[in-house]
Nanobody, 122 residues
Framework: QVQLVESGGGLVQAGGALRLSCAAS????????MGWFRQAPGKEREWVAA????????YYADTVKGRFTISRDNAKNTVYLQMNSLKPEHTAVYYC???????????????WGQGTQVTVSS
C-alpha cells in the first residue's frame, strides 16, 4: 500500500510559480505511475499530468501543457509538479495519485493524497 502526502500549495500572485511535492510511503513507490489532479470550486476533479514509473514518459492536459512540469525522484519517493506563470483559473485543490500505469481518469488511480490548496490571486 502507498500513502501520499502533498505539500507546497499556498497563495501566489498571478504570474508566479509554485512547486508541489507529493511524498509517498512504502517501498513500492518506484513501481507506480503517478498523476496530478485538481478540483476547482464548484467543478469536478480533473486530470492535470501523469508520469510513468521511471519518469521516462510524461503526459499533460492541454490546459497546462508548456506551463506545468511533472517529475519524480524515486530515491526520495517523491513526485513534483512545477507550476509556472500561474493564473487565477489555476486555483484549485491539487491531488497526487498513484496507479499501476499512467492514466487520465480518476478510476485508473488506486491511491490518493489529501490534497493541497493552490490559490492564485489576480
Amino acid at each position: 500500500q502507498v500513502q501520499l502526502v502533498e505539500s507546497g500549495g499556498g497563495l501566489v500572485q498571478a504570474g508566479g510559480a509554485l512547486r508541489l511535492s507529493c511524498a509517498a510511503s512504502g517501498r513500492t513507490f518506484g513501481s507506480y505511475a503517478m498523476g496530478w489532479f485538481r478540483q476547482a470550486p464548484g467543478k469536478e476533479r480533473e486530470w492535470v499530468a501523469a508520469i510513468s514509473w521511471n519518469g521516462g514518459s510524461t503526459y499533460y492536459a492541454d490546459t497546462v501543457k508548456g506551463r506545468f512540469t511533472i517529475s519524480r525522484d524515486n530515491a526520495k519517493n517523491t513526485v513534483y509538479l512545477q507550476m509556472n506563470s500561474l493564473k487565477p483559473e489555476h486555483t484549485a485543490v491539487y491531488y497526487c495519485a498513484g496507479a499501476l500505469r499512467e492514466g487520465f481518469k480518476e478510476y485508473e488511480y488506486d491511491y490518493w493524497g489529501q490534497g493541497t490548496q493552490v490559490t492564485v490571486s489576480s
